[in-house]
């Protein structure tokens, strides 16, 4: 199974050819092509190539699928004895990308 971590939005991942990531917001449109270039491990069929820091003449193509809104998050904080409460909470803007292909030159 061939695979690669990259990183993007300031988090790293692990991604294979055909799988959908969900990336912390990025500027970009709906069906839009993306290329990382910061790979930092690739792992062929019988290969790992390690980055230091990143792995030289690899990248990795996506799509865009679409920009959607994560789970939503509530924060509930209180003080004892006192009758304060209050909830807040918040969802995460995403891009939906699609790994369309792991580029290795060797």
Not at 29 to 41: G, Q, R, Y
């Amino acid at each position: 199974m061939k695979y690669a971590i990259i990183k993007a939005g300031g988090s790293q991942y692990q991604v294979s050819e055909g799988q959908e990531i969900d990336i912390f917001n990025l500027d970009k449109e709906k069906d839009e092509v993306m290329v990382f270039d910061s790979v930092l491990l690739v792992k062929d069929e019988e290969r790992i190539s390690i980055g230091q820091p990143t792995v030289k003449g690899t990248s990795v193509k996506g799509k865009v699928i679409d920009q959607i809104l994560g789970d939503k998050i509530r924060i509930a904080t209180y003080k004892a004895k006192s009758r304060y409460r209050k909830v807040k909470g918040h969802r995460d803007q995403l891009t939906r990308v699609l790994i369309e292909n792991i580029d290795v030159k060797d």
